[in-house]
Nanobody, 114 residues
Framework: VQLQASGGGLVQPGGSLRLSCAAS????????VGWFRQAPGKERERISC??????YYEDPVKGRFTISRDNAKNTVYLQMNSLKPEDTAVYYC??????????WGQGTQVTVSS
């Protein structure tokens, strides 16, 4: 079982990126999937999650980020718009389900800088 997070990169303030969290060996449609990020010197924080068709966002990203899932592709996305320098972090995805193991993706670097 593996979660592969991808889509990070360097972007200017105000720009956009779309992160992907692709699963192999497990069907993500049975899992709640969250996106987390960890900036240098800070603790890892959850920023968004999706459960079935329910979505949740933390205040720092609300209105700018959109989480979605494509069960046919076994992938969860995080569309990030209006990026700010303070969004710079390593972004991770996490899959959880009752009585199931917890899976983490390996992280993808997002850098917002001019």
């Amino acid at each position: 079982v593996q979660l592969q997070a991808s889509g990070g990169g360097l972007v200017q303030p105000g720009g956009s990126l779309r992160l992907s969290c692709a699963a192999s060996g497990v069907g993500l449609d049975y899992y709640a999937v969250g996106w987390f990020r960890q900036a240098p010197g800070k603790e890892r924080e959850r920023i968004s999650c999706i459960t079935d068709d329910t979505t949740y966002y933390e205040d720092p990203v609300k209105g700018r980020f959109t989480i979605s899932r494509d069960n046919a592709k076994n992938t969860v996305y995080l569309q990030m718009n209006s990026l700010k320098p303070e969004d710079t972090a390593v972004y991770y995805c996490k899959a959880t389900a009752p009585l199931k193991p917890i899976y983490w993706g390996q992280g993808t670097q997002v850098t917002v800088s001019s």
